[in-house]
């Protein structure tokens, strides 16, 4: 395991211009409801990466998810949140030595190998889904918390390179920077908007919910990664509504919508 503070100094990083465009098109994807996998996207422009979360972790209070993504690979990341989330993240000691050094206004990276991580979170993330390694940029947050931007790699891939690490940590302070804004973003009041469509108005909370989000042309991943639930809950939920509608797909849910 390593941690490197980002302010610490570095030998010029080759691929400049392709960082440059990759967090370009890291920012073009702000505002987005699949933030999460456009950002991953782009940022394979540069690097190859399978996944992507961002999260924050707290002392003494469950995580809380900001967006994920996946890129070419199996994607398993709401899934193995939920399994984070629910408990595994209390057996999860990769922050313990980022809470001990990093201060606050500072960042770093932490590269972990599958090896290195706890037995339990080795086995329910890792060795399930097939991860060999992640690159974290961490920084603190003003409640005590750890603001955690967390790239992997499979076993299917090559392994981070020194020249590769240190690229990642010259982009760190950008690509915190855009990740966190679009976080903030994302936990803002929403502007006002429209009323809800009647026909939607006596369905339980969350069905309505993705429904509102179907009809405003959002993909099932897209407001999976919204609302924070799994793409399988997502369409549980959008089956129930559409039920409840007496109707069977999305192109009734907009005539519905249109008559009110």
């Not at 370009?24 to 394979?44: C, E, K, T, W, Y």
């Not at 050094?101 to 972990?112: F, L, Y």
């Not at 994302?186 to 993705?210: F, I, K, M, Y």
């Amino acid at each position: 395991m390593q941690l490197i503070p980002v302010n610490a100094p570095s030998p010029s990083s080759g691929g400049l211009e392709t960082a440059q465009q990759a967090l370009a098109g890291v920012i073009a994807s702000m505002g987005r409801p699949d933030f999460g996998h456009a950002a991953l996207a782009q940022l394979n422009r540069w690097m190859p990466f399978c996944w992507m979360s961002v999260y924050t972790v707290f002392p003494h209070r469950p995580p809380q998810l900001h967006t994920v993504g996946c890129y070419q690979a199996a994607d398993g990341t709401l899934d193995s949140w939920t399994v984070y989330q629910q408990g595994l993240y209390r057996q999860d000691d990769t922050f313990h030595i980022a809470r001990e050094q990093v201060r606050p206004g500072e960042m770093a990276v932490m590269h972990w190998v599958a090896k290195e991580i706890s037995p339990p979170h080795r086995a329910q993330i890792y060795q399930r889904h097939g991860l060999r390694e992640r690159l974290t940029i961490v920084s603190s947050t003003d409640d005590q918390g750890l603001f955690a931007l967390n790239l992997y790699r499979t076993t299917e891939q090559s392994a981070f390179s020194d020249n590769a690490i240190d690229a990642v940590r010259t982009l760190a302070p950008a690509l915190l920077a855009c990740v966190q804004t679009s976080a903030a973003i994302s936990l803002q009041t929403p502007p006002a908007r429209p009323a809800t469509p009647s026909c939607l108005e006596g369905l339980p909370p969350r069905e309505r919910d993705v429904c509102e989000r179907l009809l405003k042309g959002w993909t099932q991943d897209g407001i999976a990664a919204d609302l924070g639930l799994a793409p399988s809950t997502v369409k549980t939920y959008r089956n129930r509504a559409f039920a409840r509608l007496g109707i069977h797909s999305r192109h009734a849910l907009f005539a519905l919508a249109t008559q009110g």
